[in-house]
């Protein structure tokens, strides 16, 4: 006898849905450019870690990320693909 297990639910933060800010962050990503938290909040996204862990974690998109250190002094983490 085998055991078939089914761990699909319909909970909508178990399926990979690109939209609203997620695909706001993904398109930004696709056309080339890195983000940081700064670089988000210009497209009215606030908690950008949530977005990239989203993309990355339920839509299986590889989003690599490095620190930087701006003008200002100020060292963020920079998303890029």
Do not use: H
């Amino acid at each position: 006898m085998q055991i078939q297990l089914n761990f699909e639910t319909g909970s909508p933060i178990n399926q990979p849905q690109l939209t609203g800010q997620n695909k706001a962050v993904y398109d930004w990503l696709l056309s080339g450019r890195t983000i940081n938290c700064f670089e988000a909040q210009t497209i009215g996204i606030t908690a950008l870690n949530s977005r990239i862990s989203d993309l990355r974690n339920k839509a299986g998109i590889g989003i690599k990320d490095k620190f930087i250190k701006l003008s200002s002094g100020t060292v963020v983490k920079n998303y890029f693909l």
